[in-house]
């Protein structure tokens, strides 16, 4: 019987670079699978298949509104840090901001952002966004609607809250007949906010309704108001472009009445700086915006919901006067503030 001789053994050299190439196999087999794994399910961390988040901010901004310049301005820096895809759309029309929504939906956009000036035109996109899973939150306008509305957050100032401490400020300022200013009627907000007033100022309250987008008009129309009636000692103004043309509206009606106004700009602070505009109430429209983009890539990238979804995240009041502009005054003039 023939006993076979054992296989002679490979020299130590040989088997060292056996192994080395057999690891080697190994790895690119592991790596070839690695990939062939995440190629099928790349997707980001909003569950999308490749590419950023994509938002849309719609607003009822009028155009030529440069407060809502610092609200798209916030909106673009957290879009920027987040890495997050944003369009911007505005209608001061009900009916148009809500078509606006809806073109947002049909372009399959990850999250919306809206604001509620008119909350009734804003219910049926709302609810077609959340039947298409896209949502929705809400910045500015309607902090007494969002919930109902169906949104998830909101961010902004309480106007009534706002408008409360106005009245209690034109009391400390010993003004006896105020005139509440609104520009675009039947904005919840700005009703809100005159209604604020008149609730806690203890002197006489009236409102007096203007077309916003046409300035002649609207400081031909307060020229007369004042000129009616010269015992009017306080003009309310609801945006810094209408507060500065109410000052030339005094001026021209020859009228005693002092201007004070919610919302800034850099104009608006320089104004306050020299006396021609008594005070400003500032809801940081910046941070608005910056804040409901934000809030919408952390709930798509990790599920957060700012307030717990229950409450609303405030942004005002905060009142800015001779005595504190200059804090802001950088600020405003960055165009942030």
Known sequence: MNTPLPAPSAPPALRSARLTALATV???LLVGCSGSTSSGSDKDAAGRSGGPIKIALVTHGAKGDTFWERVRKGAEAAA???GVELTYASDADAAGQAELVRDAIRDRVDGIAVTLAKPQAMKSPVATAKAAGIPV????????AWQSTGLLEYFGQDESVAGRAVGGKLDDLRAQHALCVIHERGNVALEARCAGVKKTFTGETEMLYVDGTDMDAMTAALTERLKQEPDIDEVIANGAQFALAAAQAAQKADSKAKIATFD????LVEAVRDGRVQ???DQQPYLQ???AVDALWLYKTNGNLSGGGVAPVLTGPAFVTKTNVADVARFAADGTR
């Open 279 to 281: 005070f400003a109430v």
């Open 289 to 291: 915006g910056y804040l």
């Open 80 to 82: 920027a840090k987040d």
């Open 137 to 144: 939150v809400g910045l500015n306008s309607g902090i007494d």
């Open 264 to 267: 800034l700009n850099k104009d």
């Open 26 to 28: 190994c790895c690119l």
